[in-house]
C-alpha cells in the first residue's frame, strides 16, 4: 500500500510538529542543557535580534557565491567541452583530473589564505575550486557520451565543426549541465562558508563561527536554519528551471 | 539510356577492428540514372552501408571513386544527396518540425522559408497533427517518417535509405513501403535503398543489386519494369521471388558462416 | 606506455615549473619542490613535529569511529526508509532535501555542542559519511528486480532468505559504491573539522605550522595527510572491486 502525495505531506509536517514539539518540552524540562541546544521558542525568539545582521551576512555569502558559481559554471562547462571532445587528452589527464576531485581541498585552504589574504578573493576562489571539478566531470562525460549517431546524421546534412557543437553537442548536453548547476551551487555555496569560517572577516560563515565561540547558541540555530532554508530554495529553483528546459526528455 | 547521375568505379574499402583488418566493399562498379529507385540488397554485413557510405561522403573508399553528375565525392554534400538512416537519428530536444527543418537550417535558409517548408511536408508524412510533438512521444514508424521528411526537406535529387523500415515490425513495414512509393512517384528523385526484405526490394525497385558475402561485391543485378503497384501473388512476382531469394540464399548461408 | 609518459612528463613539468616560479616569486609563499622535500624528511624523521605519530593516530581513530557509526547509522535508516514504503515516501524526501544543504553549516552547532575535541569531528565526519550510504542504500533496494522477490517468494522463500538472497546481492553493487563514497567523505568531515578547530590532529598540525609560516612544514604535513586519504581511498576501491567480482 502506498500512501497518497495528502497523507506523504502531512505525515512530513506532522513529523517536523513532533521532533519540535519534544525538543521544546525536554528543553523546558532541562533535559538538555539550554546553553548547547536551545528551546525552539528561544531560537525563533532569537530572530528578531539577529535577523538584520544575519540577512547581511547572507547577502554577503552569497554574492561572493553567485561570483564563485558563475566561474565554476564558465569555466567547468568549456573545460567539459575541451576534455569531453579532446578523448586522447582526456584519458591522459583523466587521474589528475579525479585526484583533484577528490582530494579534500581543505587541505590547501591555509595556503590560498596566505597568498590572498582575509578578503573576498580567497572565498571566491575556494568557491570556484569546489564548483568546478564536479560541473566539468559531468560535462566531460556528457560530451563523450552524446550519441555518435546524432552527430553522423548530422555530418550528413553538411554540419560543420562548429555547426555540430552549436546543433547538436551543446543541446545534447543542457541536461547534464543543468545537473551540474545543481550540484555545483551546493558545493560553491559550501567552498564561500568553510573560507568564511576559517579566515572570513565577513559572511554567513564567520558570523556562525562568531556565535559557536561565543556560546550564542539560538542565535547560531537561527543563522543555521536561514542558511539551509537559503540552500534547499536555491536547489529548488534550480529544479524548476530544469523541468522546464527538458521538457523533451 | 540517360547519363548516369551516380557512376561508382570500382571503390573498395577495409576497416580494422580490434579483431583485424576487415574488408567491407570490393572492387564494386554501378551506375544509376536519374529517377531510378534501386534498391542493395545483401546478407549482414555485406558492405551495403558501408557502400551507401560512400555515396553519402561519409565514408572515404580506399580505392576508386563515386562521382555524383560527373562530380568526385569529397564528403557530405547537401544539396545533392539527403541520406536516411536506419535508427531515425532525430534530435529529440526538438520537435516534429524543428527535426525537418533541421538541414534547412544548417544551410541558413531563414526562419519563415524553413518552416513553411517543413510544414507543407507535413501533409504528406501523414504528421499533420504531430507538428509540436517531441519524438519520444511517436511511434517507430512516426520517427521513421520524420527523419525522411528531414530529408526530403533540402529537397536533392538523390535520397539514399540505409534500412529506413529495417526496425519496424511487419505490418508497419508494408504501409510505409507503399507510402515511400507514393512520395518518390510523385518526384523525380533518384533513391538508393539498402534493405534486408526481398518482399521491400521486389515491391518497390526499379533495379535490385545483389552483393556478396564479405568483402562485399557486386553479385547479380535484377531490373523490374512491372508497373506499380505490384501484385506480390502474380506468378511472375513469385518467380521473381523464388530467382532472388536463390541468389541471396547462398550469400547468407556464406555470411552465417563467417560467424556474422 | 605513451599515456605513462605524458603523464609523467605532465608531472614533471609541474613541478619544475613551480620549483622556478617559487624560486622566482617568494620561496617562502609557494615553498619550491626543493624546499618541500627535505621538510618532508625532517617531518618523517620526527625532527620538525616529534608528535606526528601521535597526531596521525587521532585523526586516524576519529575516522575509523566517524565512519563506523556513519555505516551503522546509514545501513540502518537506508533499510528502513526502504524496505517500508510508507517511511521512504514520507522521509526519503526529507533527507534529500537536507542533502541540498551544505554541510558544513551544521560544523558549528557541533563544535558549540562538543568542544574543541575529537568528538566534534567524530560527529561532522559521521554526518557526512552517512548521507551517501543512506542515500545508496535507498537507491540500492530500489533496483532490485521486484520480480526476483517475487520469484524467491514463490518458491516459498522467508523473508530472511529473501533479504539474503536476493535483496542483497541484487544491491550490492550500488551499496558498495554508497559504502566507498561514504568513506571518502567521513575522511574529508574530519579533516575538514579539524582544520577549522581543533586542539589535536593532523588539521591541528597544519594549523600550527600554517600560524607560524612554517610553510615548508606546512606542505610536508599536507602530503602526510593526502597519504592517509589516498591509502583509505586505495582500501575502499579494492573491496569494490571485490564486490563487483561477487555480484557478477
Redesign the interface.
Known sequence: ???GRAR?VG??LA?VLVVVAAWEGLARAGWVDAL??PAPSAVALSVPSVGREAVAALADTLAKTAVAYALSVVLGVAAGLVLGSARVFE???R??VIALY???K??????IV??LGYGTAPAILYGTLHGFFPVAVLVTGAVRDVDRHLLTVARSFGARPLQLYLKVILPAIVPSVIAAMRLGV??C??GV??VE??AGLRGM?SL??A??NG?R?PE??AA?AL??AA??AI?LGLDAVNDRLSRWR | MARPLIAIEGVGRRFVTLSGAVEAVRDVSLSVTEGEFCTIIGPSGCGKSTLLGMLGGLVVPDAGRVLIAGTAVRGPDPRSVATVFQDPGLFPWRTVVENIEFGLELQGVDRQTRRRTATDLLGPLGLRDFAAKYPRELSGGMRQRVAIGRALAIDTPIVLMDEPFGALDEQTRMLMGEWLLEIWRRTTKTVIFVTHSLNEALALSTRVVVMTARPGRIKSVLELLQPYPRAMESPEMVSLRAKLWSEIREESFRAMGDGA | MR?AL??AA?VAVVLLAWEIAARVGSPL?YVPPSAAVPALRDLLLLRSYPDLPENLLITTREIVVAYGLAVAAGLAVGFALGLY??LG???G??LA??Y??????????L???FGLDAASKIAFGFLLGFFPITLATLAGIRQVNPQLVTVARAFGARPATVFVKVLVPGMLFTLVGGLRTGL?LS??GV??GE??GSKAGMGAL??HA?GL?R?AD?VAL?VV??VV?VAT?AAASLLERRARRWTE
Open positions: 500500500m502506498t500512501p506523504v505525515l512530513q513529523s548547547f541546544v584519458s591522459t589527464v587521474p589528475f577528490g582530494m579534500p581543505i587541505l590547501v585552504l591555509p595556503w596566505l597568498l551546493v558545493f555555496l559550501l562558508l568553510v569560517m576559517f560563515g556562525m563561527g556565535f559557536a556560546f547558541a547560531l540555530f543555521t542558511v539551509s540552500s534547499i536547489v | 599515456v605524458a603523464r605532465i609563499l514504503r510508507t515516501r514520507v522521509y524526501p526529507m532535501a537536507l541540498a544543504v551544505p554541510a558544513v553549516v551544521w560544523y558549528p552547532s563544535m558549540l555542542f571518502a575522511v574529508v579533516i575538514v582544520i577549522l597544519i594549523n600554517y609560516l610553510t606546512y599536507v595527510t593526502l586519504v581511498d
